[in-house]
C-alpha cells in the first residue's frame, strides 16, 4: 500500500514538472492527457519528430552552416558564437558534428585582416590538431591589439583637431588685436582721400580702388554711401505713409457706420 502511495506520488510530481516546464499554448493541448508517460510521448511526437524529420532539420542546419560568412562589422566572438550555436542544435538532433569542421569553417571565411595570425598558426601548429580555444585566442588577440592601435589612432586625429582649432583660435585673435590697433586714437599721416589722420590709407572708406555693396560704384564703402542712406529715409517715409493710410481707413469706417434705429417686435412664440 505504501509503495502504491509513493508510485502514485512520483506520477503526480512528473505530471506536475512537465505542465510547468511547457507554455501555456503547449498545455492547453496535454492537459487533457491522464499519464506523465503519455504526456512525453506526445511532446516527443510534436517536437522531436521521427527520423525523416530529424534528418531533414539537420540539413537545413548544415546549409545554414555552410553559407555563414564573418562580417566586416562582426567580431570573432560574435561570429564564433553564431557557428557554435549551429553546431549545438545540430548535436541535439543526435548528429555528430565535430570541433574540427567549426576550425576549419573560422579559417577559411574570415576576413583578409587576419591572414596574419592564420599564417603564425600555420607556421607554429599543425591545423589538423588544433583546438577551436586556440584558434579563438590567437585571433581575439590579434583583434585586440587592432583595436588599440586605432584608439590611438584616433586619440591622434582629435589631437591635431584641437590644435588646428586652437591655431586658427590663435590667428582670429592675432587678426583682431591688429584691427584693434586701427581703433585706437592713434594719429596717422593724413589720408590723401578724406584728409583724416585717425585711420591709415589702406583702411580708407574712400579708396578709389574699393566698390560699394549697396550701389556698386567704385570710391566707396556701403558704410559711407548717400544712396543707402536715400534708400532707408524712403523706407521710413513709406512706413509712416501706410501708417497714416491706415488710421485714415479706421477713422472713415467708423465715421460711416450709421447707428441702427429699428424696432425688435416680440410676437410671443417663445411664450
Known amino acids: 500500500m505504501k509503495i502504491h502511495k509513493e508510485k502514485k506520488i512520483k506520477k503526480a510530481k512528473a505530471k506536475s514538472c512537465l505542465f510547468a516546464c511547457v507554455s501555456q499554448n503547449v498545455f492547453t493541448r496535454i492537459m487533457t492527457?491522464?499519464?506523465?508517460?503519455?504526456?512525453?510521448?506526445?511532446?516527443?511526437e510534436e517536437y522531436a519528430g521521427d527520423e525523416r524529420i530529424r534528418s531533414m532539420q539537420v540539413l537545413n542546419l548544415m546549409r545554414e552552416f555552410e553559407i555563414q560568412r564573418m562580417k566586416e562589422t562582426e567580431t570573432i566572438k560574435q561570429y564564433s558564437d553564431k557557428l557554435l550555436g549551429i553546431a549545438n542544435k545540430v548535436r541535439l538532433l543526435g548528429t555528430q558534428f565535430?570541433?574540427?569542421?567549426?576550425?576549419?569553417?573560422?579559417?577559411?571565411?574570415?576576413?583578409?585582416r587576419y591572414e596574419a595570425s592564420i599564417a603564425a598558426l600555420e607556421n607554429t601548429k599543425d591545423l589538423s590538431k588544433i583546438t577551436l580555444a586556440e584558434v579563438l585566442h590567437a585571433l581575439?588577440?590579434?583583434?585586440?591589439?587592432?583595436?588599440?592601435?586605432?584608439?590611438?589612432?584616433m586619440e591622434g586625429v582629435y589631437l591635431a583637431k584641437w590644435k588646428n582649432k586652437n591655431s586658427g583660435k590663435n590667428k582670429k585673435k592675432e587678426l583682431f588685436q591688429e584691427n584693434s590697433q586701427y581703433n585706437n586714437t592713434q594719429i596717422f599721416p593724413p589720408c590723401p582721400y578724406c584728409k583724416k589722420t585717425n585711420h591709415p590709407q589702406q583702411r580708407c572708406w574712400w579708396r578709389p580702388?574699393?566698390?560699394?555693396?549697396?550701389?556698386?560704384?567704385?570710391?566707396?564703402?556701403?558704410?559711407?554711401?548717400?544712396?543707402?542712406e536715400q534708400q532707408e529715409e524712403a523706407n521710413i517715409v513709406e512706413d509712416q505713409q501706410k501708417e497714416e493710410e491706415?488710421?485714415?481707413?479706421s477713422m472713415s469706417c467708423f465715421m460711416t457706420k450709421k447707428p441702427s434705429k429699428g424696432w425688435i417686435i416680440d410676437s410671443g412664440w417663445l411664450y
Do not use: F
Open 140 to 153: 581575439q588577440a590579434l583583434e585586440q591589439r587592432r583595436l588599440m592601435r586605432e584608439e590611438g589612432s
Open 98 to 112: 565535430l570541433d574540427s569542421r567549426i576550425v576549419e569553417k573560422i579559417l577559411v571565411t574570415i576576413p583578409e
Open 246 to 249: 491706415e488710421e485714415l481707413l
Open 33 to 44: 492527457l491522464k499519464s506523465a508517460k503519455a504526456i512525453w510521448y506526445y511532446l516527443k
Open 209 to 228: 580702388d574699393v566698390k560699394c555693396d549697396n550701389c556698386e560704384k567704385l570710391g566707396h564703402l556701403k558704410h559711407v554711401c548717400k544712396s543707402h
